[in-house]
């Protein structure tokens, strides 16, 4: 298994402007490897143009926000070596040109090199509410596939993190996250 740096990557749509979307970017030297799922924007706009930004952030109000729904208008700047942007929010970010794709009906792999990377603020630590919040927001995002149970199950685990260790940014996400589960039906959700 290779680490799987969970990011957001902000891809370009048709017209030019900037698609931030969380996703799960795979260490496999040389490459770091893109994997979104069929039908997604961020697939199609990596088919469109062979290029991303691969930003670290600690504020995990970016995944809870792009997963619910709630906000995606995270202020961008423009990347440096590849047509697009970066978040302005990155601790550090990658910009990456797609060289070759692995296709796959459901998954494409796609294959890409690292062409700048450049650190922007210091790094200060982990926290368990932000991890909290990244858990809580892949279970969103996967609402529509997970049996409801389980995904209430793990809420309730992930919420006493939440109230142990979140500053304000946390508790927001966190509120976003829950508001979307909330609004989900009963038995299966469609994602939000
Ligand atoms: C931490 C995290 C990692 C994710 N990783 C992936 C991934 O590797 N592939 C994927 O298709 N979706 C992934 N998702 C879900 C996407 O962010 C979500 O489906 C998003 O809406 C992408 O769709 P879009 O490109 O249409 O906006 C992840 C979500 C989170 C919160």
């Not at 202020?75 to 440096?80: D, N, Q, T």
Request: positive net charge; contains cysteine; charged residues 25%.
């Amino acid at each position: 298994m290779s680490l799987v740096r969970e990011s957001v990557v902000v891809t370009l749509d048709a017209a030019g402007r900037p698609h931030p979307a969380p996703l799960g970017v795979i260490e496999r030297p040389p490459h770091l490897v893109l994997a979104p799922f069929r039908p997604s924007r961020t697939l199609d706009h990596l088919e469109a143009r062979p290029f991303a930004t691969v930003n670290y952030v600690d504020d995990v109000r970016i995944f809870a926000g792009c997963v619910t729904g709630r906000r995606r208008d995270w202020s961008v700047v423009p990347a440096e070596r590849i047509p697009g942007f970066r978040l302005e929010a990155a601790l550090a970010h990658s910009e990456v040109e797609v060289v070759a794709v692995e296709p796959d009906p459901l998954r494409p792999r796609f294959l890409a090199r690292e062409v700048h990377f450049a650190s922007h603020r210091p790094f200060l630590g982990l926290n368990r509410a932000r991890h909290a919040v990244l858990e809580g927001a892949i279970l969103i995002s996967r609402l529509h596939l997970l049996p409801r149970g389980e995904v209430e199950a793990a809420f309730r685990r992930l919420r006493v993190l939440v109230e142990k260790t979140a500053g304000p940014a946390e508790r927001e996400a966190w509120a976003w996250l829950e508001e979307a589960l909330a609004r989900a039906p009963a038995d299966r959700a469609g994602a939000p």
